[in-house]
């Protein structure tokens, strides 16, 4: 058993696996202003979806984002600078901008979990919803009302609308047409933006079917699908990237994107094994998880990942401590995608170990290699395995990340003839500079 990396051997490009929901916690005043900007900045994170952004109190709760906290009464004027509410989510998105991060823009409203519902009603005009999105967009890429231009290129419409009770209360042949209303408006006013969604929470025909005939028959612009998946493995995520990837194809979708811009480690959302998901998140666990979901998709039929969250108030959060915005463990692995996303090129890279995952990148001699041994398996025994690179006899440093290490250097290896031998524990992660 061996993992086979070619240098010379160029076979594509670093995708953008290191995306995330949301941006850094940061404000302008001088009290009480700790901030995790730099570390978020230093990460080198291409985008930040503003999903759920109005959950958390430090990004700006419930005057962010969502279409109802700029818009808050539906019956006002929407040519009106006037009936919108956009100073705490201009705040945020230049925070955002600050690190050197792309906004992904989520048109909708967040989840709701309570017994009253608020912002997932269907809007009682669809075609005058999406004039309000016309002039939100118009707000933050072409200054009207005070605005900016940000340049956001991707506007997603709604947030998991095949959740029926939590992000969406009407039928599915409502949001179809609510689908068809806003991205027909958007698209003819803003030709050369990315629009499209409906960011849907899992792999259901039934609902999807409908959809992608309406997208079909309609004509109806999907610049980019985007879906969910929470599973405790890589193979599953893996199996889903397939499987949207080809109900769009089948569909004439060949050019449009297939992003999943939600996801994270769960065995279940209910009981012991919830509690047990979000203990092992914040951990070790969850940054090898996220490491070998990256390096595993990196080859899959899917073109961007966002990571499942990096709002601080949030359970799911791997990167980032809540109240201190110190460091987590699967800060370290996102960063060094960033690092790869960098350089560039991707080099090719085959491993033939069971639960062992890379992916490497180099770029003018430079070179990097991560390598993740991710099993959801308490009870596995470390693996040995043969590293085979170019055939040379060179010096290589070894950082670890393990629950002693922050994926500093341990030690260097001299190779011989670009052999060596690479012993990992489960649930950790190497990288080889």
């Given at each position: 058993?061996?993992?086979?990396?070619?240098?010379?051997?160029?076979?594509?490009?670093?995708?953008?696996?290191?995306?995330?929901?949301?941006?850094?916690?940061?404000?302008?005043?001088?009290?009480?202003?700790?901030?995790?900007?730099?570390?978020?900045?230093?990460?080198?994170?291409?985008?930040?979806?503003?999903?759920?952004?109005?959950?958390?109190?430090?990004?700006?709760?419930?005057?962010?984002?969502?279409?109802?906290?700029?818009?808050?009464?539906?019956?006002?004027?929407?040519?009106?600078?006037?009936?919108?509410?956009?100073?705490?989510?201009?705040?945020?998105?230049?925070?955002?901008?600050?690190?050197?991060?792309?906004?992904?823009?989520?048109?909708?409203?967040?989840?709701?979990?309570?017994?009253?519902?608020?912002?997932?009603?269907?809007?009682?005009?669809?075609?005058?919803?999406?004039?309000?999105?016309?002039?939100?967009?118009?707000?933050?890429?072409?200054?009207?009302?005070?605005?900016?231009?940000?340049?956001?290129?991707?506007?997603?419409?709604?947030?998991?609308?095949?959740?029926?009770?939590?992000?969406?209360?009407?039928?599915?042949?409502?949001?179809?047409?609510?689908?068809?209303?806003?991205?027909?408006?958007?698209?003819?006013?803003?030709?050369?933006?990315?629009?499209?969604?409906?960011?849907?929470?899992?792999?259901?025909?039934?609902?999807?079917?409908?959809?992608?005939?309406?997208?079909?028959?309609?004509?109806?612009?999907?610049?980019?699908?985007?879906?969910?998946?929470?599973?405790?493995?890589?193979?599953?995520?893996?199996?889903?990237?397939?499987?949207?990837?080809?109900?769009?194809?089948?569909?004439?979708?060949?050019?449009?994107?297939?992003?999943?811009?939600?996801?994270?480690?769960?065995r279940s959302f209910c009981g012991e094994e919830w509690r047990y998901s979000l203990e092992k998140i914040i951990g070790i666990k969850g940054a090898a998880f996220t490491s070998a979901v990256m390096s595993a998709a990196q080859d899959e039929p899917v073109d961007m990942l966002m990571y499942y969250d990096a709002r601080l108030s949030s359970g799911m959060n791997c990167l980032f401590e809540n109240q201190t915005c110190g460091i987590r463990k699967g800060y370290h692995v996102i960063k060094t995608w960033g690092d790869m996303l960098k350089l560039g090129s991707e080099c090719e890279t085959v491993c033939d170990v069971p639960d062992i995952y890379a992916a490497s990148a180099v770029k003018d001699g430079e070179f990097i290699a991560m390598i993740t041994f991710f099993t959801d398996d308490d009870s596995a025994v470390p693996?040995?395995?043969?590293?085979?690179?170019?055939?040379?006899?060179?010096?290589?440093?070894?950082?670890?990340?393990?629950?002693?290490?922050?994926?500093?250097?341990?030690?260097?290896?001299?190779?011989?003839?670009?052999?060596?031998?690479?012993?990992?524990?489960?649930?950790?992660?190497?990288?080889?500079?």
């Amino acid at each position: 058993m061996k993992l086979h990396i070619d240098r010379s051997k160029i076979i594509g490009s670093i995708k953008p696996m290191n995306a995330v929901n949301n941006g850094p916690k940061y404000t302008d005043n001088a009290d009480q202003n700790l901030t995790n900007l730099p570390a978020y900045r230093d990460a080198g994170i291409p985008f930040a979806r503003t999903h759920d952004a109005s959950i958390d109190y430090s990004l700006g709760g419930e005057h962010t984002v969502d279409v109802i906290c700029i818009f808050p009464d539906f019956n006002a004027d929407p040519y009106d600078p006037a009936s919108y509410d956009f100073a705490i989510t201009d705040e945020y998105l230049r925070h955002i901008e600050m690190c050197g991060t792309k906004v992904f823009y989520r048109l909708g409203n967040k989840i709701e979990h309570w017994s009253k519902k608020y912002g997932i009603l269907p809007p009682k005009d669809f075609k005058k919803w999406a004039v309000i999105c016309e002039h939100i967009i118009a707000h933050y890429n072409e200054g009207w009302a005070d605005g900016f231009h940000m340049g956001i290129e991707y506007w997603e419409i709604w947030n998991e609308p095949d959740l029926y009770g939590k992000c969406w209360l009407g039928t599915p042949e409502q949001f179809y047409e609510l689908y068809a209303a806003a991205s027909k408006h958007l698209k003819e006013r803003f030709p050369d933006l990315k629009i499209g969604g409906p960011a849907v929470c899992g792999y259901n025909e039934g609902w999807l079917r409908p959809f992608f005939e309406k997208i079909r028959d309609e004509k109806l612009p999907l610049d980019f699908y985007s879906w969910h998946i929470y599973a405790p493995n890589v193979a599953d995520i893996c199996r889903n990237i397939r499987q949207h990837r080809a109900l769009l194809d089948e569909y004439g979708l060949v050019n449009t994107e297939s992003i999943l811009d939600e996801w994270n480690y769960v065995r279940s959302f209910c009981g012991e094994e919830w509690r047990y998901s979000l203990e092992k998140i914040i951990g070790i666990k969850g940054a090898a998880f996220t490491s070998a979901v990256m390096s595993a998709a990196q080859d899959e039929p899917v073109d961007m990942l966002m990571y499942y969250d990096a709002r601080l108030s949030s359970g799911m959060n791997c990167l980032f401590e809540n109240q201190t915005c110190g460091i987590r463990k699967g800060y370290h692995v996102i960063k060094t995608w960033g690092d790869m996303l960098k350089l560039g090129s991707e080099c090719e890279t085959v491993c033939d170990v069971p639960d062992i995952y890379a992916a490497s990148a180099v770029k003018d001699g430079e070179f990097i290699a991560m390598i993740t041994f991710f099993t959801d398996d308490d009870s596995a025994v470390p693996r040995t395995f043969e590293v085979e690179l170019d055939g040379e006899d060179r010096l290589y440093t070894i950082c670890l990340l393990d629950e002693a290490h922050d994926l500093v250097p341990v030690r260097t290896v001299a190779s011989d003839r670009g052999r060596f031998s690479l012993t990992m524990e489960a649930n950790t992660v190497v990288v080889i500079k």
